[in-house]
T-cell receptor, first 115, second 112 residues
């Protein structure tokens, strides 16, 4: 399967714990995007990364949220000290390049539930 | 954050009927994309549009990039049960091609 791979598919955490979401982009793609989706809503941009660099994090909360895309390995979205409002589906997308002509392809998401 | 206005919010149609949905923005977009999302899955790209006025087909799906660059339309002809799902428009705003801005979605239900 050469698609965008996200894991885990479902993640349950208690308030105050940390959540780590992983994303492996499509083969040959070096651009990764994270989006968040609440029930009955569209996806909202969080952060855009290239290998080892954060390019645009304008949609990511300043506190408790961080993202990385190391030289080796998957991209990680980390949420510290989770709260109930963090419950959502988190989607990763990747593209071969940036800009308007490079379509983003999505993984199947991680559904995060906070108890 | 900015979202695109998508209409209708939901549609209930009979198998074989044609479907039309649209998406509008208050600002100019460089690209328009249409995705379909099934329950529990990620959005799947259906059609990508890159030029104002462009009309592109993918099987029974046809989408157009509006001339004003502020809207787009998706048509589905001769609907079938597997067309059920949520359809999202998305696009890159003129001066920010990094992130996709998504519409609010059109939920399509097809009855046999």
């Amino acid at each position: 399967n050469a698609g965008v791979m996200q894991n885990p598919r479902h993640l349950v955490r208690r308030r105050g714990q940390e959540a780590r979401l992983r994303c492996s982009p499509m083969k040959g793609h070096s651009h990764v995007y994270w989006y968040r989706q609440l029930p009955e809503e569209g996806l909202k941009f969080m952060v855009y990364l290239q290998k080892e660099n954060i390019i645009d994090e304008s949609g990511m909360p300043k506190e408790r949220f961080s993202a990385e895309f190391p030289k080796e390995g998957p991209s990680i979205l980390r949420i510290q000290q989770v709260v109930r409002g963090d419950s959502a589906a988190y989607f990763c997308a990747s593209s071969i390049g940036t800009g308007a002509i490079q379509p983003q392809h999505f993984g199947d998401g991680t559904r995060l539930s906070i108890l | 954050g900015q979202q695109l206005n998508q209409s209708p919010q939901s549609m209930f149609i009979q198998e074989g009927e044609d479907v039309s949905m649209n998406c509008t923005s208050s600002s100019i977009f460089n690209t328009w994309l249409w995705y379909k999302q099934d329950p529990g899955e990620g959005p799947v790209l259906l059609i990508a549009l890159y030029k104002a006025g462009e009309l592109t087909s993918n099987g029974r799906l046809t989408a157009q990039f509006g001339i004003t660059r502020k809207d787009s339309f998706l048509n589905i002809s001769a609907s079938i049960p597997s067309d059920v799902g949520i359809y999202f428009c998305a696009g890159h705003a003129l001066y920010n091609t990094d992130k996709l801005i998504f519409g609010t979605g059109t939920r399509l239900q097809v009855f046999p």
